[in-house]
């Protein structure tokens, strides 16, 4: 299947997670892809993954820090001029950090709203001009089923993943008529790099829960079906770039100013 020939995306978090396995699932479809993160290791894992795929040069690769202004201004043109244009955006780039919300400092607060939040409206301005000039670009952001259902411990990651939803809604209202869809994907009981980190100061394994966490918080959080037959239910990152690559391309023509839930039925 080839929906994306000759199409040209810029995917944040591009270097890990589900940003990589957007990346690698869209050079498979034919895209011409460039991955953006702000750690270049993760960069030169994707970049050996796609050349042993035979991505064949369609991969660009950019250092970025998407909570930085000056950093997303320098960066995110860069790349629009390597691919000759944009069509798609990813969105993919985000950090999880869980702590009891009475502990939390309000640099931490700041940490994740930057990044998941903010760096989501940067990104998506910087890449405006270029998707609307094609007159029909696709932004796909990331929300999370922490912005509808209740996840302890993340309140900072609630409320970023929650104001991504809503600005989602506005820009595909705003720009509709000029051929604009946006449409966030909401992710639940994935694994991916963010999911499976060990944390510091008091956080601990899994998605960096506190070493204290009520456990019997987290029982309804388990997904119905087990497509990966994984420990806990946990699906690959690559259930979600499958739905994502549906999304962005024609398949996904109608579907705008909404989010689409991918959770294996934990909160049906």
């Known amino acids: 299947m080839q929906r994306f020939t000759d199409r040209k995306v810029l995917v944040t978090g591009g270097g890990s997670g589900i940003g990589q396995a957007t990346v690698l699932r869209l050079l498979a479809e034919g895209a011409t892809v460039a991955a953006a993160d702000i750690a270049q290791p993760g ?11 035979g991505a064949e040069g369609r991969l ?58 903010t760096g989501t409206f940067l990104v998506t301005r910087e890449a405006l001009p270029a998707l609307l000039a ?12 922490s912005a509808s259902f209740a996840h302890p411990y993340m309140a900072a990651y609630a409320a970023s993943k929650g104001g991504v939803q809503s600005f989602t809604h506005a820009i595909a209202a705003e720009y509709a008529k000029q051929g604009l869809r946006a449409v966030c994907v909401a992710p639940g009981s994935i694994s991916s790099g963010m999911t499976d980190a060990s944390g510091k100061s008091g956080q601990s394994l899994g998605p960096g829960l506190p070493a204290d966490a009520d456990m019997a918080l987290f029982a309804k959080l388990t997904p119905a079906i087990n497509p990966d037959n994984t420990q806990f239910g946990f ?15 024609d398949d996904g023509a109608f579907v705008t100013g909404t989010e689409i839930r991918v959770d294996g039925g934990t909160h049906m």
């Open 235 to 249: 699906a690959g990152p690559e259930r979600i770039a499958g739905v994502i690559a549906m999304l962005a391309s």
């Open 43 to 53: 960069l030169d894992d994707t970049a050996a993954k796609a050349d042993r795929a």
């Open 60 to 117: 660009v690769t950019i250092v970025v820090d998407i909570s930085d202004e000056e950093s997303v201004r320098a960066s995110v043109p860069a790349a629009i001029r390597d691919l000759g244009g944009l069509d798609v955006l990813v969105n993919a780039a985000g950090i999880l950090r869980s702590v009891h919300t009475a502990q939390m400092t309000l640099d931490a607060w700041n940490q994740v709203i930057g990044v998941n939040l």
């Open 134 to 145: 094609t007159g029909g670009g696709v932004v796909v952001n990331f929300s999370s089923t």
